[in-house]
């Protein structure tokens, strides 16, 4: 009995230690991996991310969420992975965070069109997006939505779809358009924007369209590129370029920080802007590219013939804690009423 169990104990071991070195010879060395966190939608990350592993044999792990909710994730020290990388957002967003990141100038930086390139090499763009106002064709007629103006109509008093622009950065990029197109006293506008609300936003800018298209809100703001993919694939929405002028803020990509695996981070930021995956953005997500020699496309107007706001990127980086904060005093407010 007692060489039985010898016997068992021994082959228990070297069973256990054979799981061990299977467990620790599985997966890649910490040096080929890449944690990104990403603001970006699965149909767009998804088909980037697939494309760079397999050309560059490093894997990936990816972290989605709002960008100004990964943004506070990773200021408050808690975020579990550890990115290396911010992949999306508003580039104001990354600016007003801008100790998080650390400079790079990315490969082929030459290429890109310099209205879109940080002047301090902060964050590397990845798309332009302009923003648009959608509608819902069977609850409203073409003529009754040209412009931002027509957000503060009382005919629309509650029928206004708009993210929380505490956790979308392009519901954020939209608050400083409405102020720069609008003019006027900041406050007011605010005021009465909250008000056409009636105290409501939603969680996310996906659900924009969603509530549009399903008549649940007339109109809203989004992107471009999302509102001409949902449009494609049949939903009820129409777009506006608004008459009074909107932006065309870029998103980026930036390298935090402390990154534990930094020049796979700078592997990836120079694949994000490279001819191939610029001219899928064009062909496949509808996104205006950043780089310069790509013909633009057929299905999206020419952007010299789109009214544009002068969007003040450091303005709006500098007061992104104030605005966001009278935001929600007016927001709240409404809802108390």
Not at 76 to 82: E, L, R, T, V
């Amino acid at each position: 009995m007692k060489r039985f169990l010898i016997f068992f104990l021994v082959f228990t071991l070297l069973l256990s230690g054979c799981a061990q070195k299977q467990t620790q010879d599985f997966g890649p060395a910490d040096g080929d991996t890449l944690v990104i966190y990403t603001s970006h939608k699965k149909e767009v990350w998804w088909p980037i991310v697939k494309e760079f592993e397999s050309r560059t044999g490093l894997w990936v792990q990816v972290v989605e969420g709002g960008t100004n909710e990964l943004l506070e994730t990773i200021r408050s020290g808690k975020a579990d992975p550890i990115p290396d990388l911010m992949f999306g957002g508003g580039v104001e967003s990354l600016e007003a965070n801008a100790s998080l990141f650390s400079p790079y100038i990315c490969a082929q930086a030459d290429r890109l069109l310099p209205q879109y390139r940080s002047g301090e090499d902060l964050w590397t763009p990845f798309s332009a997006l302009p923003l648009v106002l959608i509608y819902n064709p069977k609850l409203l007629s073409p003529d009754s939505l040209t412009g931002w103006s027509d957000l503060l109509k009382p005919s629309l008093h509650g029928r206004i779809a708009f993210a929380d622009p505490a956790v979308s950065g392009s519901s954020y990029t939209a608050l400083v358009t409405l102020l720069e197109a609008l003019g006027g006293d900041h406050d007011t506008v605010l005021r009465e924007f909250a008000r056409n609300l009636d105290g409501k936003q939603l969680p996310s800018s996906g659900d924009v369209l969603s509530a549009v298209a399903s008549g649940e809100c007339s109109v809203g703001v989004t992107l471009e590129e999302t509102a001409s993919r949902r449009i494609a694939a049949g939903e009820q929405l129409a777009m506006v370029y608004p008459a009074d002028g909107t932006s065309c803020v870029s998103d980026g990509c930036a390298i935090l920080v402390g990154a534990r695996h930094p020049e796979n981070a700078k592997k990836f930021v120079d694949f994000t802007v490279s001819r191939d995956v610029q001219q899928l953005l064009q062909d496949q997500f509808c996104r205006r590219p950043v780089r310069d020699g790509l013909e633009p496309s057929a299905s999206l107007p020419d952007l010299a013939a789109i009214a544009q706001v002068d969007y003040n990127l450091r303005w709006a980086s500098e007061h992104r804690d104030s605005l966001l904060m009278s935001w929600a005093f007016y927001l709240g407010s409404e809802e108390e009423e």
